[in-house]
């Protein structure tokens, strides 16, 4: 069964160790216009942005974690963790089918995740491009992909 009101799931979408201010301004404007429920960093830290013009910091919960660890063990109970890495194992965002709850996890441009964020996410997931995109695109993309999709109900890990 697939969900059309979104309203009935959550998602939350963040940057492990973000590069530039910029590119968490213009997540976390997408994410307020998108529909997320919250925004969060680990590792590097930084307040409100320039590019957040329509000021998502101050009406979506936003919560930072020092290390991934930390993050982790925070994870909302029956939260999926969804990792945007292209890796050769990680399933094309076109065929994916978007949990109900769950957490969208970026890496930095320049490092992608971190190697235990891809050992622990519980899904992986790419785009179709020769090269990385740009971090707050790629969110971007994920979270209107979710918008247009819908979500799924998943039971013991597979959708229903």
């Known amino acids: 069964m697939?969900?059309?009101?979104?309203?009935?799931?959550?998602?939350?979408i963040g940057i492990e160790n973000g590069k530039t201010p910029e590119n968490l301004g213009v997540l976390w404007r997408s994410a307020?216009?998108?529909g997320a429920s919250f925004?969060?960093?680990?590792?590097?830290?930084?307040?409100?942005?320039?590019?957040?013009?329509?000021?998502?910091?101050s009406s979506l919960p936003y919560f930072h974690y020092k290390t991934f660890a930390d993050f982790f063990a925070h994870l909302p109970k029956g939260a999926m963790l969804v990792g945007v890495e292209l890796?050769?194992?990680a399933q094309?965002?076109?065929?994916?089918?978007?949990?109900?709850?769950?957490?969208?996890?970026?890496?930095?441009?320049?490092n992608g995740l971190s190697k235990?964020?891809?050992?622990?996410s519980h899904q992986l997931i790419k785009f179709e491009t020769p090269k990385s995109l740009?971090?707050?695109?790629?969110?971007?993309?994920?979270?209107?992909?979710?918008?247009?999709?819908?979500?799924?109900?998943?039971?013991?890990?597979?959708?229903?």
Do not use: W
């Open 134 to 160: 740009n971090v707050s695109v790629a969110g971007s993309i994920v979270m209107y992909d979710r918008s247009v999709k819908g979500a799924s109900i998943y039971i013991d890990g597979k959708p229903k």
């Open 116 to 120: 235990k964020a891809i050992e622990k």
């Open 2 to 12: 697939i969900i059309d009101n979104l309203e009935a799931g959550y998602f939350g």
């Open 32 to 34: 307020q216009n998108l």
């Open 39 to 57: 925004i969060f960093t680990i590792g590097n830290r930084y307040a409100k942005q320039s590019s957040d013009t329509h000021n998502a910091v």
């Open 87 to 89: 890796t050769g194992d």
């Open 92 to 110: 094309l965002l076109a065929d994916f089918q978007h949990p109900r709850n769950c957490v969208y996890l970026l890496g930095a441009e320049d």
